[in-house]
């Protein structure tokens, strides 16, 4: 068997997210179609991860398994765009090492969330306009505390079919992008269902003073989904980046040559 990795990116405006579902038009599903299309062929196209509806990726892995190979990526890749919505995009196909898995060898994925503070009309679908003044500050020392927990059962989507809620944190801050424009950062080694946007939707109540740093702490502690805020709106939430790996036939595309959504 032949494995490809393929890197793209998508908007997930349209998109019951991901994965596929009965009933609605999922991103892996019009990838699947495009590629089975393209090679005549039955391929199932297994994704890095689930991303929930309304949710995008400027930057998104998966793989497929062939018995044959194919003659020409480079075309490959220009067929699929062909074939693929505008808001789905294909960058390179690779043959990698059979082992290597788009989901379960990933070492860390990372997440972008952008908010504004003011009125912007050409941003509305890709960030959250706050309407109340944010203490940054106090959002950051909230966030810090992430990385002292490892079990986030508190931001995790209930009844999923995970075997545990344990993530490691390796990186999580609100970054000021402009005078009005933030970006919240978030990286570590796998994450739950729902879990950035239930993190960030905790962490504006931070801000707006309504929980104190020390009551978010707490609600890690908890274990307990009701004990958190609701989550934040999905249209502003990014997956941006996926590590895998060194010397198992993938080359990633250098981080500068990337979709930058803001």
């Known amino acids: 068997m032949y494995r490809y990795f393929i890197e793209m990116a998508y908007n997930g405006t349209q998109y019951h997210g991901w994965q596929i579902q009965e009933n609605a038009i999922s991103v892996q599903s019009l990838v699947e179609d495009a590629a089975s299309r393209l090679l005549k062929n039955s391929v199932n196209v297994v994704g890095a991860g689930r991303t929930d509806t309304g949710v995008h990726a400027s930057y998104f892995t998966a793989h497929f398994d062939l018995e044959e190979p194919i003659v020409d990526t480079d075309f490959f890749v220009f067929k699929i765009n062909r074939i693929l919505p505008r808001d789905i995009v294909v960058f390179t196909i690779q043959l990698v090492d059979n082992q290597l898995h788009s989901r379960f060898s990933a070492l860390s994925r990372t997440y972008n969330y952008f908010l504004t503070l003011h ?26 505390r992430l990385l002292h927990h490892s079990d986030f059962t508190s931001f995790s989507k209930l009844h999923t079919d995970v075997k545990t809620n344990n993530c490691k944190v390796e990186y999580a801050e609100w970054i000021q992008l402009a005078h009005n424009e933030w970006c919240y950062v978030i990286r570590a080694d796998r994450f739950l269902r729902n879990m950035v946007r239930a993190i960030v939707g905790t962490l504006l109540d931070v801000g707006r003073k309504k929980i104190s740093v020390d009551d978010f702490d707490r609600i890690i502690a ?9 989550s934040a709106a999905p249209q502003a939430l990014f997956l941006t980046d996926i590590v895998y790996p060194q010397g198992m036939g993938f080359t990633p ?3 500068d040559s990337r979709l930058k959504t803001f």
Do not use: C, W
Not at 119 to 144: C, G, T, W
Not at 223 to 228: F, P
């Open 119 to 144: 009125e912007n009309p050409f941003k509305n679908h890709i960030s959250f306009r706050s309407v109340y003044p944010l203490d940054f500050n106090l959002m950051n020392q909230a966030s810090a």
């Open 253 to 255: 595309m250098p981080y």
């Open 222 to 230: 908890t274990k307990d989904r009701g004990a958190a805020s609701s």
